[in-house]
């Protein structure tokens, strides 16, 4: 994986190692003025640390509290761009109101990137999920409500709503309302 720091710098010695002249995987920026991560990855450790509590409270309501922090150098694979984040919420089922197959849930998270990783991403460079070439770092908050409808014994119907403020971890953009639904059916 490539490190936020040796692909500024290997940009700022060379400005030929950009984000289109790179010889391996990039994530597909045309921006010949930017740095790319392709230039800096090499064997490199990623340090963090994570923690997940959960707690029932009643026979139907439980609680959850997750955080997690990464030393924030290298870039970052899987789900988010995020380094550091911490999430907590409630989950109701409906036994509450007679309805003992529904849920309802809310839960609230905050993430932030480093300041390395915000430097690359304001020179331009962009990672596996973000980056337009400039940002405003900014923590991203997100406030998420579902509820999940059981139709039949094995489908179930979710509405989902989040509002998220400063999207891709930038205090120039959002906020954003996302509203979705899903389908789950078991067979």
Not at 39 to 66: A, C, H, S, T, Y
Not at 166 to 180: H, K, S
Request: hydrophobic content about 35%; charged content about 20%.
């Amino acid at each position: 994986m490539g490190k936020f720091n040796d692909a500024i710098a290997a940009f700022q010695s060379d400005p030929n190692r950009n984000a289109t002249t790179c010889t391996g995987f990039n994530y597909g920026s045309g921006n010949a003025g930017a740095p790319d991560l392709c230039w800096g990855r090499k064997p490199n450790n990623k340090m963090g640390i994570g923690i997940n509590l959960e707690q029932q409270v009643l026979g139907d309501i439980g609680l959850f509290f997750r955080g997690m922090y990464s030393d924030g150098k290298t870039e970052v694979y899987t789900y988010t761009s995020t380094d550091r984040s911490i999430s907590l919420g409630a989950l109701a089922r409906g036994t509450r109101w007679g309805r003992r197959r529904d849920s309802l849930g809310i839960g609230f998270a905050a993430g932030w990137i480093s300041s390395e990783h915000a430097r690359y991403l304001g020179m331009g460079g962009i990672d596996g999920f973000i980056g337009d070439g400039r940002i405003r770092r900014g923590p991203e908050h997100v406030v998420d409500i579902f509820y999940s409808l059981s139709l039949l014994s094995s489908v179930w119907v979710t509405a989902d709503y989040q509002h998220i403020t400063n999207p891709g971890f930038n205090a120039d953009r959002g906020p954003v309302n996302v509203f979705g639904m899903r389908v789950h059916a078991e067979f």
